[in-house]
């Protein structure tokens, strides 16, 4: 792909040649989904050239009616139909109705989520003419089937990305080095930390029958917090150096968010892509916080509901994201009546305020990875001491190797809480950046893990 990428050929060529590398991507896990991506691509891409020509309001919210249907319908149909559907069939049985439906075989498209959420951002922006619609197909094509964030995210928007299509692009030697660092780091991240060390504890305390030692399940969820951070953060990260090794630039994803003080700053942090992409095309329609403090927190509650619901088909995700809307709603509440105090500027409130950040988002992380609510209580009840008669399940090894790892991971984000991680490496020894660049390389190479999918790749 880099070769022909800057090979002595066209820009349009080249253009073609990245669309096509997208597709084959995508197609490499089911072939026949790449019709998905067709179809968004080609009625967005018309849908906004019609919105843009026409200024009668009717015809125009017929026409971003059809881009909303088209999205939100193909993302309902295979990843909520067959949620909906055991739904619908549970309550007309608490009625006295005995319905049986076939049994649905609806497969979920990998990354439907990501790319609905792109293309409608698309529409949407130029129905609020906070945009012009690209008058290139390719483009708008490439800018859906960008191989690095088609799958996984970020959740990029159009404005971000489609200008850099407008004229060849290539990496300087800086931009390039950098790229195939942070693709060293993304994967250093899935594969020896993510795969390697949390994976089995996680695992292994999540898939547990029985009630757990409270130090083995608080271990266990602490080794999934870290995991699912290395993994999706990991992926983020191999993309964006993707996208610099070709001269592409894509916003970050995360900002070290266990050093998050508050649940407002933690979701500054944590998939900025997706937080950004509910504040701006559905907390702030909603109305956001400007129309009086009840409908603020409705508001707050909506986005997060949703928020929840857009990660899986499930309850247990619909009370994660309930349970982060009830946290953003009460650090409001308590932030209006005792925010001013001094007290809280204090190194002492402060880490205390981090601790109750990160130990509050641990909890809602049992719903988020739990199976069954079942399972969730069961784990919770021995967390918080409900019940200390749960018996240990977790080796030493695996116990002190997931503690020291997570505490790593956390105090890493505390020391680079506010800093960047590019400015940090241009100040460090090329020498000391180039050694841990090879023990990351080494460790890569002999980290016997799984061959485990990213996770975010389910939704």
Known sequence: MLAVHYAPLGWTVKKVHLLIAGYVFYAAWNPPFVILLWLSTVVDWLMARKLAATESPGPRRALLLVSVVLNLGMLSYFK??????????????TMGVQFKAAAPSIVLPVGISFYTFETLSYTLDVYLRRARPTPKLLDFALFVGFFPHLVAGPIVRPTDLIPQFAAPRRATGRMFGWGLLLMTIGLFEKVVLADGIFAPVSDKVFEATQLLAPL?????????SAQIFCDFAGYTTTAIGASLALGFSILDNFRFPYAAIGFSDFWRRWHISLSTWLRDYL??????????????????????????????????FVVWGGLHGLYLSAERL?????????????????????????TMVNITWVFFRARTFEGAARLLTSMLLIDRS???????YLLGSALLAVTGLVGTHWCMRDRELHAVAERTSPVLVGMAWGAMLFLIAITQGGSSAFIYFQF
């Open 390 to 396: 749960g018996k240990p399940l977790l080796s030493t």
């Open 216 to 224: 083995d399940a608080w271990t266990g969820v602490l080794a999934f």
């Open 334 to 358: 308590l932030a209006a009546r005792f925010g001013d105090a001094a007290f809280w500027r204090t190194t002492i409130a402060r880490i205390g305020l981090a601790l109750l950040t990160y």
């Open 80 to 93: 909520y139909g067959t949620f909906l559907l055991e739904n619908f069939t549970a309550l007309v049985a």
């Open 283 to 316: 907390y702030i329609p909603l109305g956001g916080n400007r129309k009086g403090p009840a409908r603020t927190y409705v508001n707050l509650m909506t986005t997060m509901l949703l928020g929840g619901i857009w990660h899986g088909a499930s309850w247990t």
